[in-house]
């Protein structure tokens, strides 16, 4: 049974993260201010994996090198926009 609530409450974190990069992706693409949605997102992304390096969730591999890749893509992006 905690096992099941453990799933579910780990489902719920990636999605949230998920739609926190569908929001950063949409303003990218309008060209709209990124700020907010990036750090809601790196934010959000930030504490899924955190609690994954503790333990406490788990998380592929793949899932940790998907959220680490967008991490430094949206950096990268910030990045390209503070030059401009």
């Known amino acids: 049974m905690n096992s099941d609530l453990e799933i579910k409450n780990v489902t719920q974190e990636l999605m949230e993260v998920q739609r926190a990069l569908n929001v950063f992706r949409e303003k990218q693409k309008n060209r709209e201010s990124l700020d907010d949605a990036a750090i ?12 994954a390096e503790r333990n406490e969730i788990f998380l592929s591999d793949d899932q940790k090198r998907r959220i680490k890749n967008n991490l430094l893509r949206i950096r990268a992006s910030l990045v390209r926009n503070q030059a401009s």
């Not at 809601?40 to 609690?51: C, G, H, M, P, S």
């Open 40 to 51: 809601e997102f790196v934010t959000k992304a930030d504490l899924v994996i955190q609690r």
